[in-house]
């Protein structure tokens, strides 16, 4: 296992011609003093660095990472509290040619040979993680706030995190933070400090994100070589703190203002509510202190309500930027409200994903390159494979909404007609961009486009659970998919499948997508006749159905016969003994034959939508 997990922890190989080739271009680069190395090196964060070609290193680092730890390092065993660090200097001095104490240390631990640094010192290493951050983002229905949500969270992560760094530390000092995640390497003596900064922080500005931070002392040797149980019981630590942290009902902060991105957000001067005693009718929850505009007019908010409010008024959906920055150009239609998104059905999707056995991938991590290249890994390969699904299911027609995506996290809205689809392309994409070493599993939740998020999430979030669980009991090679219809307000039992084909695993789906395809493309396919196999399906005794379904099969075209076929095939019955149901080998007393019709008319609308079905 941990063998084979080498190859997502750090960057393919290339050979020795190449990797001269392409340092011979950086160090051109970087010489410019006008660059801003860090920058630039992060378009390096996927090509190996050689130390030394002769060396058989499994795991090779990034040169981001290696150049990255290099500068950190430093920091750490010679930076001077007060004094101005030069990290464009060490930058350009990890790639100048000849060896350093500290290159020969960062050679050791990428090659998993024991090492130690002459000169140690103490440090504190510290993890914060911004919790139940769909709750966050989800206490409305409501677009514009849920953008305003995620702005919120990005800027915290990213914007806020690196700032604290490089006012009181240098950015380097963060391995990684991304996804409601950050991982940091402080000075020792300042873990407590920074802890507690950073949750206030971070609390003065989203309120009722649910936040914790946490850190361990060690010295930088102690660290290094025993990286997987300091990691552990940092994170149980965070674990701890969660459980007993306590947050107010109805926060506040005096904070004016913010600027994201650039963009001066000022909360200073919303009009303030004279009187007491109203509900916030955002979240319905707290006490509304402001009176916030809103496309219906004037409402009373709480304060956390109306610095998403806010946010989201200003900022453009952050998700769309990065869509047209990796599929090349924009999606076509801005979405409003979720109603911008229902198919010619009414329907919605949500589509809510992630990777299976992640925690066991990061148990594997033997070092802080390992950590860092795998965090970049994993966020890069989702953002990519999820906007790359969205463009070659919708074309140009692209609408959808992403609500949570970061890490391996997926947590997305899409028409419904193109649902069943776009989650299979995921799948697809999540899957090769880890050789299948990782795979993804999805829920999906289709319904009326007026159903609450919340409601919907619910029903996708358990789907999920029962795809991971087909996932875990079959070590299946590619993802999984489960899938549930709202079709109206009668209430679902989730406990129990109703479909012969999901839990499903990925490969089963597409060929299901497309065998339906090509049926609805066939003028003689009548739905009609589909419906009547339901029906019958549902009333008859499984042998009187057979014999049924026999006497229909024979009266009907040869297009039926060729597509009965198919569909056998994919419930993975031999096509000549299929008799229009599918026998459950033996694990259900209570239903021993399943009917395939189930999924066929229910599914039908769910298929093959997308680039023409403009509402
Ligand atoms: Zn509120």
Not at 202 to 225: G, M, Q
Not at 507 to 526: D, P, Q, V, W
Not at 572 to 595: A, C, H, M, Q
Request: proline content about 4%; glycine content about 6%; aromatic content about 10%.
């Amino acid at each position: 296992m941990a063998q084979r997990m080498m190859g997502v922890l750090g960057p393919k190989p290339i050979s020795l011609s190449e990797f001269k080739r392409l340092k011979e271009q950086l160090e051109n680069k970087i010489e410019n003093p006008d660059f801003d190395v860090k920058t630039l090196l992060e378009d390096w964060w996927d090509v190996p660095y050689y130390f030394d070609f002769d060396q058989d290193i499994e795991c090779l680092p990034s040169i981001r990472d290696a150049a990255h730890l290099y500068v950190l390092l430093n920091y750490l065993l010679f930076g001077r509290s007060g004094t101005p660090f030069d990290r464009g200097k060490f930058y350009r001095q990890f790639f100048k040619n000849g060896t350093d104490k500290i290159k020969e240390f960062i050679a050791s631990v990428a090659a998993g040979k024991p090492a130690s640094l002459e000169d140690d010192v103490q440090v504190d290493v510290v993890m914060g993680s911004i919790y139940k951050i769909k709750k966050y983002f989800l206490e409305n229905n409501r677009i514009k706030d849920i953008r305003g949500a995620s702005a919120i969270i990005k800027y915290l992560n990213e914007e806020v995190t690196k700032k604290f760094l490089s006012c009181h530390f240098i950015e380097e000092c963060a391995l990684y933070c991304g996804g409601g995640n950050v991982l940091m390497v402080l000075p020792g003596g300042q873990g407590d400090k920074a802890c507690r900064q950073l949750e206030k922080c971070f609390f003065t500005i989203a309120l009722t994100a649910k936040v914790a931070f946490e850190y361990i002392s060690c010295s930088l040797n102690e660290l290094f070589s025993d990286y997987r149980k300091k990691i552990k019981d940092l994170h149980d630590r965070l674990e701890e703190r969660k459980k007993i942290k306590v947050y107010p009902i109805n926060p506040d902060s005096d904070l004016q203002e913010i600027v994201i991105d650039g963009k001066r957000i000022n909360f200073a001067g919303v009009e303030r509510l004279s009187s007491c005693g109203e509900v916030c009718r955002l979240c319905n929850v707290r006490d509304a202190r402001y009176a916030v505009d809103t496309a219906e007019g004037k409402m009373p908010a709480c304060p956390s309500c109306m610095r998403k409010n806010e946010v989201g008024r200003i900022e453009k959906a952050i998700f769309y930027e990065e869509y047209e920055r990796i599929v090349g150009i924009p999606p076509k239609r801005d979405v409003a409200s979720i109603s911008d998104l229902k198919d010619n059905h009414g329907h919605v999707a949500v589509i809510y994903a992630d990777g299976n056995n992640m925690g066991n991938v990061v148990m594997n991590i033997g070092n802080p390159l390992q950590n860092m290249y795998f965090s970049r890994k994993v966020d890069y390969i989702t953002k990519r494979c999820v906007y790359n699904a969205i463009r070659k299911v919708m074309g140009d027609n692209a609408r959808f909404e992403a609500i949570a995506l970061g890490g391996d996290d997926v947590f997305i809205v899409v028409p419904g007609d193109v649902s069943l689809e776009i989650a299979n392309e995921i799948i697809n994409g999540f899957d090769q961009g880890f050789d299948h070493q990782i795979t993804m599993s999805a829920g999906i939740c289709i319904a009326k486009h007026t159903t609450p998020l919340q409601s919907m999430l619910q029903v996708a979030q358990s789907k999920l659970k029962s795809a991971k669980a087909l996932a875990r009991n079959w070590g299946m090679k590619c993802g999984t998919v489960d899938i549930e219809v709202i079709e109206s307000n009668i209430s679902i039992d989730l406990s129990r499948s109703r479909w012969a084909l999901f839990p499903s695993d990925n490969s089963k789906l597409a060929k299901f997508i497309e065998i339906i395809k090509r049926m609805k493309a066939t003028k003689g396919i009548k739905r009609s006749q589909l419906y009547k196999f339901r029906h019958a399906a549902r009333e008859l005794k499984p042998y009187e159905f057979q014999l049924f379904y026999a006497y229909q099969v024979a009266r009907l075209s040869q297009e039926y016969k060729t597509f009965v076929e198919g569909i056998a095939e994919v419930f993975g019955v031999d096509p000549r003994r299929f008799n229009g149901l599918i026998e459950k080998n033996g694990t259900n007393k209570e239903r021993p034959f399943l009917s395939p019709w189930e999924d066929i008319v229910v599914l039908w609308d769910c298929i093959g939508g997308g680039a023409g079905d403009a509402t």
